[in-house]
């Protein structure tokens, strides 16, 4: 089977070819995230235009790659939420034309399912699994019974955790996105690390909160640097400190989610999943407690379409498949 998989719920345009058995003939992903750069953050109407503008080409350069012709794709994968409005409708609305057009199955994909298949893409792994979602929109802790079936454990109360790392790196005028600058200006350092509050909520809670931390940066820099600029090297302290206390909370809340629910596999996904602290703290300190971990292959940790294509194969073999009232649902939970 040859699935195309479509991907649009934020920044990235990104199509995909996928065979059975999770075989990535192609991963194609179009970024607009130079567009958004001079706003620290991802402007829903550019995104939107961009997706419209470049749907086309996006998806023709992944069939492409592949080597496949439109008419040899069997099934159509397409993001419908959670994500910016704009956005899915444009992958939405361009799958349901391929599936009409085609006359070939469309199957509708939660993003944040999609996330935590990435991990497990081409692997087999047992059910139930604590998953732990980190992205630029979210941060969940939840328990999949099956492919399509999840209960959520926790949640940020506030700010999402690469988020958090976006807006830490504004404050220090690193750039954007925060997190790849952050966690490469921190790798290897024996620099100190300046101490931030860690916010674990209630005793046993798997809710996390992020935004106290990074107005804990906010006014570290308001009250030791004001209006002077920080040196290069102070940069690194604050930054490996932040990161720190962000992965402090993360590998203690993933690895309580498993102890509370007496499972020993754990699967992480989304852009944060990418982050080498985050990756060896949680290989360390889950090896002492017996849980296997599973994390994306780099190149699908960020937003991408084979996560989209390979899910979809998955649910489409269990007799799943969305018909031409698929909507996209901006808020749609796990
Ligand atoms: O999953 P993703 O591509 O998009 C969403 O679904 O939100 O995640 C993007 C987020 C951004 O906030 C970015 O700063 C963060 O993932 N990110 C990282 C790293 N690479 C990307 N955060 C920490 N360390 C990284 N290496
Ligand atoms: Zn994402």
């Given amino acids: ?22 075989e990535v003939l192609s991963n194609v992903v179009l970024s607009s995230i130079n567009l958004h750069k001079e706003f620290g953050g991802v402007i829903p109407e550019i995104a939107h235009r961009f997706h419209s503008r470049f749907i086309d080409r996006v998806v023709e350069k992944a ?9 040899e794709i069997d099934l159509i994968a397409v993001t419908y939420g959670p994500g910016l409005m704009g956005a899915l409708i444009v992958g939405v609305s361009f799958a349901k034309s391929l ?17 935590l298949y990435s991990a497990l893409m081409d692997k087999e792994i047992e059910f139930p699994f604590v998953g732990l979602v980190v992205s630029g929109g979210h941060t969940a802790l939840v328990l999949a019974y099956d492919y399509d079936k999840y209960s959520l454990l926790g949640q940020t109360q506030d700010d999402a955790v690469g988020e958090a790392f976006d ?25 100190r690390m300046v101490e931030f509050p ?29 209006n002077k600029q920080i040196p290069d090297e102070d940069k690194v302290s604050i930054a490996s400190g932040f990161q720190e206390a962000v992965v402090d909370v993360l590998v203690y809340k993933s690895l309580s989610a498993c102890k509370q629910n007496n499972i ?20 360390d300190e889950a090896a002492k407690e017996d ?10 940790c960020l937003d991408n379409a084979a996560m989209i294509a390979g899910l979809g194969t998955k649910l489409y073999r269990k007799g799943i498949k969305s018909d031409f009232y698929l909507t996209p649902d901006a808020t749609l939970s796990v």
């Avoid at 807006?167 to 200006?185: F, N, S």
């Avoid at 849980?291 to 699908?300: C, D, G, M, T």
Wanted: net charge positive; charged share 25%; aromatic share 8%.
């Fill in 1 to 22: 089977m040859l699935v195309l998989g479509i991907e649009t719920s934020c920044d990235e345009t990104a199509a995909s070819v996928v065979k059975e058995k999770d």
């Fill in 63 to 71: 069939l492409k790659q592949a080597k496949v012709d439109l008419k």
């Fill in 291 to 300: 849980i296997e971990v599973y994390f994306p292959k780099s190149n699908l």
């Fill in 167 to 191: 807006k830490v790196a504004r404050i220090l005028k690193l750039g954007y996105p925060g997190g790849p600058v952050i966690d490469k200006l921190t790798q290897g350092t024996k620099s």
């Fill in 264 to 283: 020993n596999r754990l699967v992480i996904g989304g852009g944060v999943s990418r982050n080498l602290r985050l990756r060896g703290r949680l290989i």
């Fill in 99 to 115: 599936s009409f057009a085609l006359k070939k199955p469309l199957i509708g994909i939660n993003h944040l399912h999609a996330h």
């Fill in 198 to 226: 860690r916010s674990y909520l209630a005793k046993d809670s798997l809710d996390f909160s992020f935004s106290g931390l990074k107005t804990a940066v906010f006014y570290y820099v308001k009250d030791n640097y004001s």
